[in-house]
């Protein structure tokens, strides 16, 4: 049935182990078939082996499995009884399949905002999944909202919302680095509604990857949701995560910029929590409001 695959990881330049070419993993025999069975019961398809079993890659379009090869028989990632599975038509079609090379974590794919909204629609049911903190991430590219627009209605806008979870979202990353206003914030702040399942921070962070080698930006939603987190094991869930006693942030270089009083004074009456740094404590999340415009019981994380 033309099914079967090998998948070789190797260490190509040795960024790993040190030592270039040093073979990572392996996986033999495993099947293009989506039913495909091991002796065992477990599943052979090369897309479950690899999420399952393998520590470095995955594979996310079965459709690479396919591209430059013949077009007769049947495509990667279809049951396997009376399959005939198309095959590469020459050794230089196989070594062209996208993601022989990866590096960066990126195998030449661009991610969309539709992507991001279906890995986040997996949250979308509670009785299924128990979760409490939703971090928006930096979205998938500078000047993306339309992420954040779906995570504030995931969690607490519309029939279909959550209404247990909070999310955590940021500015885009053109707004924090680039313009630096506090109306940039809020016009962004107003894009995701007013929601006291939402909670907005002002700033990205620039720090050190050990792992890339590199400096970069990272939004601060994921210190903000980790402050939270925090705060509700060392204290409980009412107390604020906000001000000099718990709402210290490490692992910073620096804020993408710097708001004065008056840019913090727009931007926390529009329910956008500024980071601040401080002289002799350093930097600071200096706001603990939900996204809830209308004073409530509800508008303080």
Excluded at 173 to 188: E, G, N, Q, R
Aim: with cysteine.
């Amino acid at each position: 049935s033309q099914d079967e695959m090998h998948v070789i990881v190797i260490d190509e330049d040795g960024l790993w182990t040190g030592d270039p070419g040093y073979i990572l993993e392996k996986f033999a025999y495993v099947s293009k078939a989506s039913d495909a069975k091991r002796p065992d019961g477990s599943s052979n398809y090369i897309k479950d082996v690899l999420r399952n079993e393998s520590k470095y890659v995955w594979l996310g379009d079965v459709t690479e499995l396919t591209d430059l090869s013949v077009a007769a028989g049947t495509a990667a990632g279809q049951p396997k009884a009376g399959a005939t599975f198309q095959t590469f038509d020459s050794a230089t079609a196989a070594e062209g399949v996208l993601g022989g090379s990866m590096g960066w974590g990126n195998n030449g794919a661009a991610i969309s905002s539709a992507n991001l909204q279906a890995g986040y629609a997996l949250y979308a049911t509670p009785e299924i999944v128990d979760v409490n903190l939703i971090i928006g991430g930096p979205g998938v590219d500078a000047t993306d909202t339309a992420t954040g627009v779906y995570l504030a209605g995931l969690v607490g806008q519309g029939s279909s919302a959550r209404n247990d979870a909070m999310v955590f979202l940021s500015p885009t990353l053109t707004d924090a680095t680039v313009t630096k206003t506090a109306a940039a914030m809020t016009t962004t702040k107003t894009t995701y509604g007013s929601n006291s399942y939402v909670v907005m921070d002002g700033a990205w962070k620039y720090q050190y990857d050990r792992y890339r080698d590199l400096f970069f930006y990272c939004p601060m939603n994921g210190d903000t949701a980790g402050l939270v987190a925090r705060t509700e094991f060392t204290n409980d869930a009412w107390w604020s995560p906000a001000g000099m006693n718990r709402g210290q942030i490490k692992n910073i270089i620096k804020l993408s910029w710097e708001p004065t009083r008056a840019d913090r004074d727009v931007m926390y009456q529009a329910s956008v929590n500024p980071y601040i740094t401080m002289a002799g404590a350093g930097v600071i999340l200096w706001g603990d409001k939900t996204a809830q415009i209308t004073p409530t019981a509800f508008d303080r994380i």
